[in-house]
């Protein structure tokens, strides 16, 4: 069956079934399956960071895979790595049903899952039963902390995570710009956040020495704040800035009725948002950690403009929902062109091009 005729049947769906039954279906993929399936990118493409090997800039964003771990199955469309989470440390339902919306007509979606997930053990231990084999690439873990813990006690969560998750990942990320757990985005202010970092920093360098600690920040924070919050995680220990999640606001999207849905809006009207604040994080940063850009990549040409913008790497969600399988494989051919076209021969050559434009 055709992607454009799969997806009109799976549209027809409510968005969460739909993607309840395409994400069942990677958790049936073997590792064998995978290797043949896997188109293998251009060896241009391949990006070394934190001292990780990537053979293509494009992950898949964290909330696809809330804790299932179907690793073959999502490294088989392609993905250079793949960001399981967000993990809490106990188990929780997350928000009513309905909370997941799609707008087709912006190529967006509008979430307010609230940290649906099985809990940290069990995640721990559906990733220690994947196979070796179905790692093609990194594995990242995404946490963040229950929706009962108060902020005061919120570094206690994330430890939790770390102590039952770090044997299972290659890369942790702190995630604090969810907008779905109430008052959860707080802890980007300067003093929270600083605490945050270096309790987690701390804990990370016991249990796994070297193993990369990322932030991902939310793409609402004024300019100010968002530099502030670079800055502080940097002097924190964090070894790289994920830039970003979803946003509240509604960017052209005054008219639909859908965007007036509460939550987070990602896909293509998050795409100018996300690269500016990829290019505030790269210049914030000025090389002492590589930023990791997300939000709104729908094609190759998105994914070069984060590249260009200051992305050492770069992750989508909401463009393999209207992309489909042969996403990844788009993209990649994509960036092997337009890396010709302006002159590269690396990824790592081209990133933040802009700047020095
Ligand atoms: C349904 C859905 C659930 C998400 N869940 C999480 C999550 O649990 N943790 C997280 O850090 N980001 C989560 N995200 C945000 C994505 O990882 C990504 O940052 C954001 O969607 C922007 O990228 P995109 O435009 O390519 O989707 C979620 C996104 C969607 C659409």
């Avoid at 060896?43 to 895979?65: H, I, K, N, Q, Y």
């Avoid at 804990?203 to 530099?227: G, N, Q, S, V, Y």
Wanted: net charge positive; with cysteine; aromatic share 6%.
């Amino acid at each position: 069956m055709s992607w454009p005729l799969l997806r009109s049947v799976l549209f027809h769906l409510d968005a969460e079934n739909a993607h309840r039954l395409a994400h069942a279906a990677f958790g049936l993929v073997t590792p064998g399956v995978a290797r043949r399936q896997r188109a293998q990118p251009a060896p241009s493409l391949a990006v070394e960071c934190m001292g990780l090997r990537f053979d293509s800039p494009l992950g898949l964003a964290a909330g696809f895979d809330k804790g299932d771990a179907h690793l073959a199955g999502l490294f088989a469309l392609g993905f250079s790595h793949v960001e399981i989470g967000t993990i809490t440390p106990r188990p929780q339902a997350g928000n009513d049903r309905p909370r997941l919306f799609r707008i087709p007509e912006a190529r967006a979606l509008v979430n307010r899952m609230g940290f649906n997930n099985a809990g940290a053990e069990v995640c721990s231990r559906r990733l220690a039963a994947a196979p070796r084999a179905a790692r093609f690439g990194p594995v990242g873990v995404n946490i963040g902390k229950n929706k009962t813990t108060p902020n005061e006690r919120a570094v206690d969560d994330y430890l939790a995570c770390i102590d039952a998750l770090h044997a299972q990942a290659d890369y942790m990320v702190v995630n604090i710009s969810s907008p779905n757990t109430p008052g959860l985005r707080a802890l980007q202010e300067k003093g929270a956040l600083e605490k945050l970092i270096r309790a987690c920093s701390a804990r990370l360098a016991e249990r796994a020495p070297r193993m990369p600690l990322l932030l991902k920040l939310a793409p609402d924070l004024e300019p100010e704040a968002f530099d502030e919050a670079v800055d502080v995680a940097i002097d924190a220990g964090v070894h790289g800035i994920i830039a970003t999640n979803t946003t509240l606001s509604r960017p052209g999207l005054d008219a639909n009725p859908v965007a007036r849905e509460q939550g987070g809006l990602s896909g293509a009207p998050l795409e100018p948002l996300a690269t500016a604040c990829v290019g505030r994080a790269y210049a914030r940063a000025r090389g002492r950690v590589p930023i990791v850009g997300a939000g709104g990549v729908m094609d190759a040409a998105g994914a070069w403009a984060k590249i260009r913008a200051g992305a050492t790497l770069v992750q989508a969600y909401t463009g393999l929902i209207y992309g489909g399988p042969a996403f990844v494989r788009r993209v990649n051919e994509g960036l092997v062109d337009l890396m010709a076209r302006d002159g590269f021969r690396s990824v790592a050559e081209a990133v933040g091009a802009d700047h020095r434009a």
